[in-house]
């Protein structure tokens, strides 16, 4: 099913494992050429086993798709030419220096010997390990490890680059260096990126697309932008300072709008005009004579999006979920 | 488009790399062997005074186990080398390059191969100091060099299957005591036709490992043995043609890309 559509196209994608597991349960999507598109669920929602059958390191059970064109079932290793990935594991080899997994992956990837050296430095200096270049990779800081595996990815120069969870673990410095590369690498060069997350911010921040995957199947996708909208506007949350006075204050808020997820010391509602509300709602808990300790506005954020679709906060929601994960083929 | 054997120098050139910067991999198959024949030759070489006893000095008659625990400690490299690189997903990283399963099974022996060669000479080496005398002469001499690299890449093949079957480095270490097993069932401290008790003589004439003992050990103790030789060379061209194809159906499994 070689088409013209140069990004990503996955139409009804299912991977079963032993156990009867749906770790992929029909999913669709389609990612239009230089996307950031965001793959955002917990631990075990299905997004790795999507990047391995796409890269095609595992075959579907059903439902086909294509990358860059090639279907990933049938013409694997056109898709491979055209891809690069860093996959969730870095898999690097502690013995090994930087510049030497530079020459062993593109002479792999058929760069010729002075290519390979050339290549090899231009990108370790682009993602600032030329001066680490030369010391083994057991040395090297998580970060560290991160930006040589995107940098070999990066060697044979693909139209679309796979990076499953490529921050996990990472301090905030190296995200945040990471984000901007990942950035620039669309911007400028204009990859498409196929990135799989489990950080709100990660997909909210780098993400032109986000879909939002849970237990196998895609619950949302859209802009965060409109992903955000979907489910309505702010939401505000007071904490009464007395602990007796909550039922009032629920009745008061109720005035103001549905009620919404909240915290167990506070009572929260979803505002129709949102903050403009927000004197009015104060005036009428100070008329009521509820004292307070904490109000709050909040604005929507994707793991309100998370638990709205799912009923499930995004944070934790993974811990049940991750034997389905297990790449055991059935 | 790199051709086949280029893709089998990179992977190779990467596999002797990691094996001799691991001084934990060097320094047991170097020292390991060459102790127990220090141990072996000076406890058993009343041996020699056993009439038939093929040999003058028990050091001549031994030094050649040493080459088969060197193939050994190669098979286990080989075999934990491969389920390292399955555990920590660097195979996943050679399937998406053009790389083939073959480039991938011959390149990922160099390390284990570097490892047995390196082992070989030093076991001839300080063999001859402590006063070996190679019946066959330099030439044999040579010859049992390359022979101890042959049985060295065809065990290897069986720590490969091991290693892509079960992707666990500590399952493949965990077969090397079977292995181990497999040698002192052989003529391994003994001639087949000097080992009185029966079993133990029925079992070390079917244990294939008695025959490349044998054919490696002529070099040493008779000179140029074509019959002991030949057995050998077949034995372990057999081992060899079995375990790759093994190796090469278990990496094929492992390795799902489409």
Redesign the interface.
Known sequence: MSTNHRGIVVEGLVRTFKGDIHAVDGIDLEVAAGEIYGFLGPNGAGKSTTVHML?????PTAGRATVAGFD???E??D???H?G?A???????T??TGR?HMD??A????LGKADRARRGTELLERVGLIEAADR?VGGYSGGMKRRLDLA?ALVHSPSILFLDEPTTGLDPQSRSALWDEVERLATDDGVTVFLTTQYLEEADVLADRVGIIDRGRIVAEGTPDELKRDIGGDTVEAIPADPHDLERAAEVLARFGERAAHSPKGVAVRLSRGAEQLADIVRALDDAGIALAHLQLHSPSLDDVFLTKTGRSLEGAGEEDEAAEEPV?A | MTSVLDQVGLVARRSVRRTLRQPALIVPTIVFPLFLLAVNSSGLSAATDIPGFPASSYLDFAITVCFVQGAMFAAITAGTELATDVQSGFLNRLQLTPLTRLAILIGQMAGATTLALLGAVTYLAVGVIAGVDVKSGVGGAAVLIVYALFTAVAFSGIGATLGARTGSPEAVQGAFPLMFALFFLSSMSMPRELISIDWFRTVATWNPASYLIEGMRSLVITGWDGTALWRGVAIGAGILALSFWSASRALATRMART
């Open positions: 890269t095609t390191l595992l075959p990933i079932a049938r694997g290793a898709v491979r030419r891809i990935a996959l969730q594991e870095a898999a690097l080899d013995f090994l030497e062993l992956q002479g792999l990837s058929g083994k070999m083929p």
